[in-house]
């Protein structure tokens, strides 16, 4: 499966984004989707991930509350809405594939190309 993130850009805190990721091929549905994101000079870290059908949802503790993923296995399309934004969220966001839950980079064999977004204050 092929990855494609956009919807990034420059937020002010306290705003809102939403990030998608298309997907290529006819097997979105078979894959656990999951965001990542890389800020400056940190390591990439788990941000949420959501199962095949998209009951099933988690989030890393630093934006529970304020993230939420869904998809749209339809539209092969996996989403990040992002709430009350805070600098500390600035970022590149990397959406990506998994055949088995998991919530390290490790596990996720398929990679977007990753979209910038920053948050000012």
């Known amino acids: 499966v092929q990855l494609q993130a956009s919807g990034g850009g420059l937020v002010q805190a306290g705003g809102s984004l939403r990030l998608s990721c298309a997907a290529s091929g006819r097997t979105f549905s078979s894959y656990i989707m999951g965001w990542f994101r890389q800020g400056p000079g940190k390591e990439r870290e788990f941000v949420a991930t959501?199962?095949?059908?998209?009951?099933?949802?988690y989030y890393a503790d630093s934006v529970k509350g304020r993230f939420t993923i869904s998809r749209d296995n339809a539209k092969n399309t996996v989403y990040l809405q992002m709430n009350s934004l805070k600098p500390g969220d600035t970022a590149v966001y990397y959406c990506?594939?998994?055949?088995?839950?998991?919530?390290?980079?490790?596990?996720?064999?398929?990679w977007g190309q990753g979209t910038l977004f920053t948050v000012s204050s």
């Open positions: 959501i199962s095949w059908s998209g009951g099933s949802t």
């Open positions: 990506a594939a998994t055949t088995a839950p998991a919530r390290v980079p490790e596990k996720y064999g398929y």
